[in-house]
């Protein structure tokens, strides 16, 4: 039997550095059940034991809650590239406090305070060190004032640490690179923003940064998804206070100019503006060409323009929805 069971795993027991099977060697059955009490794969079929003496993988403790788990847990924060160490470092705080809270003895306090020097040395001993360290530091904060997400702001903390390692930032302005990497990750991620907005926010040169924006893509080889008009309206909308039907006309409007060809050649903010312009009309939300123009970035003539257009071409007469 103990051979037959060990003729068994070697049958089932998958080579090294391939994905392991779950089909029975003997009946060709799927069906394989999983025992984690006695650590064995038995197949639902015939009843061959695959497997014994597996290893669980997971905690030896149990939570009954996220903050109780959150207190037995023993791994740190995952890597993160916004950090310019990825936060692999340790910290010393600041307080000259034990874990009790009882304040430390002069000797321990002018060790921790020699500990503490040499701890910040070593974070940032080099020039790429110190290069990241301010470099996330902009990013954080122009991420902050623009409103970006944290996945979109991981991207761009990558495409910035691929840019030193191509010595794309030697002889530019670090607060330029952040804020050209942060527009890609924007664009990339399909959450676009205008590049006024990223360039007003950074403090940058708008010509400045859309020399940066095209040395990445030059050296990094990024693909960039075309632009939308769609990407652009639940932000001009909620900056707007529309309502969702307000929306999903505008998309429905921007759909049908995509099918006809409308949105070739044209930008996208400026058609993105006027469909929600004739949506506003359309539904009664009304809101004037300043208002939406101011939000999209655009002047008044390009929404009034492009809105002609959308009503000449789709045959929408704005004043009968009234």
């Known amino acids: 039997m103990d051979r037959a069971r060990g003729d068994a795993q070697e049958r089932a027991s998958p080579s090294r550095g391939e994905p392991e099977t779950q089909t029975c060697p003997e009946c060709g059955s799927t069906g394989v059940v999983e025992d984690i009490t006695r650590g064995e794969r038995v197949c639902g079929g015939c009843g061959l034991v695959l497997s014994d003496h597996r290893i669980d993988t997971g905690a030896e403790w149990r939570a009954f809650s996220s903050e109780e788990a959150d207190a037995r847990s023993r791994v740190g924060a995952p890597l993160r590239y916004t950090v310019h160490d990825k936060g692999l470092s340790t910290v010393i705080d600041w307080r000259d406090r034990d874990t009790s809270g009882r304040k430390l003895s002069p000797t321990r306090r002018s060790e921790i305070y020699r500990l503490r020097k040499w701890q910040i040395r070593s974070r940032v001993h080099s020039s790429m060190d110190r290069n990241l360290a301010q470099a996330m530091s902009e990013l954080e904060r122009l ?50 923003r205008p590049l006024d907005e990223v360039a007003d926010a950074s403090r940058v040169d708008k010509k400045k940064l859309g020399q940066c924006y095209r040395l990445l893509l030059r050296s990094l080889a990024i693909k960039i998804p075309l632009s939308s008009p769609i990407d652009y309206i639940s932000r001009f909308a909620s900056q707007l206070s529309l309502s969702s039907p307000v929306q999903l006309r505008t998309v429905e409007i921007l759909q049908r100019s995509r099918d006809i060809g409308l949105t070739i050649g044209r930008d996208p903010l400026g058609l993105a503006a006027a469909a929600i312009y004739v949506a506003s009309i359309m539904l009664d939300e009304r809101r004037t060409q300043r208002e939406i123009a101011e939000v999209a970035r655009v002047t008044e003539v390009t929404v009034r323009n492009r809105y002609k257009e959308i009503v000449r071409k789709l045959g929408i007469d704005t004043m009968a929805q009234i």
Request: hydrophobic letters at 45%; proline letters at 6%.
């Open 143 to 192: 991420a902050s004032q623009l409103g970006i997400p944290k996945p979109i702001r991981e991207l761009a903390a990558l495409l910035y640490r691929k840019s030193i390692i191509k010595k794309l930032v030697r002889g530019r302005s670090i607060e330029a690179m952040v804020a050209a990497t942060l527009y890609a990750a924007c664009r990339i991620r399909k959450k676009p």
